[in-house]
Each structure stands twice: as C-alpha cells, then as structure tokens.
C-alpha cells in the first residue's frame, strides 16, 4: 500500500507521522455530552453552562444552555492531528448576558491524548478541576467521549469519497470498496465498531 506514494496534504500535520507501519492516527472526534453538579454562578441558584474544548490551541464551544446545573449539550467537535499526543482540555463556563460581566469559570477536565488507544471509545465522567495555579472553587463532573479515528488518504484517492476521509485502510485492504458500501459507515467509532 505505497507509503511513500501519498499526495502531499494542505493539512500541516504529514510531517508528524514518524510511524511508517500504517496511516497516520489524524482525527480526534469529542463529544461533550453533559454534565452534573456544576457551580451555580447565577443569582437564581443556577447557571448557563457552556464548554469550550481545546487542542493545541484550537477551540471549539457547545452552545449554551440556560438556568440548569446539569447541562446536556451532545454536541461532538472534530480536531486534526498527526500522531496521537498532547493534552485536551474541556472548559466550562457560565454565560452571562451582561456586556461587562466576565462569565465565571465552571470547572476544567483535561484528557492526554497520548494515553488513547486507536479507535477505541474513551467515554467517562471526568471530574472538573480548578485550572491550574488557580484558586477557583469548583464542583461537579463531565461527561466525555473521545475517539482518535485513522484517516485513510489510500482508500479516499481510490474510491474519491473525499467526504469519508476517516476510513481505516486496514479494513479494506484487498477489497473492492464501492460507494455504496461506503456509505454505510459513519464517522464514529461507536458505530464503526458495530460493523
Ligand atoms: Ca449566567
């Protein structure tokens, strides 16, 4: 399966895959499902949590939720990288509508990346945390879902799908993959596993 024979990609991240045995792990998919027990920073006894998830510097954020402690927002964000390492960080905070109100800081659950295995589902309640050096007084947990899906450049040159970019070569080698089969993945690894 010519490794060496890959198009060169727009996406910076070709040079970090030092792991020649097979495709680069590079598709980090996060679902920030909910959480529990957050501070009530709001004068109600509630707060409008929202959740900003960072790697290496680029932030994604769910949408707010409003007047509750126990927040669900199921919303799942997608991060490039090349091989799996570093550290993402879940930020929650409450929204405030007030344009000179700062929005108070909920808690913070980070995961190493490093310690994921390939395609395999980390789901967890993660405790929030103070973030560090800081005296924040926090509580309660979020609930997380992480997986680092293999992105397929072989299978995508050949088939054209470019809209399937994290399909795992390994699973096809040798087959004739049509569109149609194709079609029936989607892009989690919950359900990729299924198959
Ligand atoms: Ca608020």
């Given at each position: 399966?010519?490794?060496?024979?890959?198009?060169?990609?727009?996406?910076?991240?070709?040079?970090?895959?030092?792991?020649?045995?097979?495709?680069?792990?590079?598709?980090?998919?996060?679902?920030?499902?909910?959480?529990?027990?957050?501070?009530?920073?709001?004068?109600?006894?509630?707060?409008?949590?929202?959740?900003?998830?960072?790697?290496?510097?680029?932030?994604?954020?769910?949408?707010?939720?409003?007047?509750?402690?126990?927040?669900?927002?199921?919303?799942?964000?997608?991060?490039?990288?090349?091989?799996?390492?570093g550290?993402?960080?879940?930020?929650?905070?409450?929204?405030?509508?007030?344009?000179?109100?700062?929005?108070?800081?909920?808690?913070?659950?980070?995961?190493?990346?490093?310690?994921?295995?390939?395609?395999?589902?980390?789901?967890?309640?993660?405790?929030?945390?103070?973030?560090?050096?800081?005296?924040?007084?926090?509580?309660?947990?979020?609930?997380?879902?992480?997986?680092?899906?293999?992105?397929?450049?072989?299978?995508?040159?050949?088939?054209?799908?470019?809209?399937?970019?994290?399909?795992?070569?390994?699973?096809?080698?040798?087959?004739?993959?049509h569109?149609?089969?194709?079609?029936?993945?989607?892009?989690t690894?919950?359900?990729r596993?299924?198959?």
């Open positions: 399966m010519g490794k060496g024979s890959a198009k060169v990609e727009e996406e910076g991240s070709g040079s970090d895959s030092e792991d020649e045995s097979g495709p680069p792990p590079n598709l980090i998919e996060v679902k920030v499902i909910e959480a529990e027990d957050v501070i009530a920073a709001d004068r109600g006894g509630t707060s409008d949590p929202y959740a900003i998830v960072e790697f290496r510097g680029i932030k994604k954020q769910t949408k707010v939720i409003k007047k509750t402690l126990t927040p669900k927002w199921n919303e799942t964000f997608q991060f490039e990288i090349g091989k799996p390492s550290v993402l960080t879940i930020d929650l905070f409450d929204h405030d509508v007030s344009l000179f109100g700062k929005h108070d800081f909920l808690g913070q659950a980070e995961v190493n990346v490093s310690n994921l295995a390939l395609e395999a589902v980390f789901q967890e309640w993660m405790a929030l945390n103070p973030r560090e050096g800081k005296m924040e007084i926090v509580s309660g947990r979020v609930h997380v879902y992480i997986c680092i899906v293999a992105k397929d450049k072989s299978i995508e040159d050949k088939t054209g799908l470019e809209t399937f970019p994290w399909l795992d070569r390994s699973l096809y080698a040798g087959l004739n993959v569109n149609t089969q194709v079609r029936a993945h989607t892009h690894c919950t359900q596993n299924i198959l």
